[in-house]
């Protein structure tokens, strides 16, 4: 059984920054890729980031020159920096996984961007 556990979100002030991490355990075969997602309130689930397990990433406009995408092989980790957050950040950010090409998500973890 495969689990994706997210850590690291929080309250921040507008201007911080926070790491998330998304663990993945279980019966691993192989991994092909890990994304974050963002969903906030009211709006549908987007794509942050993502990137394979050989090292290529991938950022959408809207974070890409406040946000990094990195891996930790051995302890099979992804981690989302988050720079410069802005309160529009906002959301429960949702790893997910790519798996053997099965698709596998955490229960997400909360990021709020508030004075």
């Known amino acids: 059984q495969v689990q994706l556990v997210e850590s690291g979100g929080g309250l921040v002030q507008p201007g911080g920054s926070l790491r998330l991490s998304c663990a993945v355990s279980?019966?691993?075969?192989?991994?092909?890729?890990v994304a974050w997602h963002r969903q906030a309130p009211g709006k549908e689930r987007e794509l942050v980031a993502a990137i394979t397990w050989g090292g290529d990433t991938r950022l959408v406009n809207s974070v890409k020159d406040r946000f990094s995408i990195y891996r930790d092989i051995d302890r099979n980790t992804v981690y989302l920096q988050m720079n410069s957050l802005k309160p529009e950040d906002t959301a429960v950010y949702y790893c997910n996984a790519d798996i053997d090409h099965s698709d596998y998500w955490g229960q997400g973890t909360l990021v709020s961007v508030s004075e």
């Open positions: 279980g019966s691993l075969s192989r991994i092909y890729g």
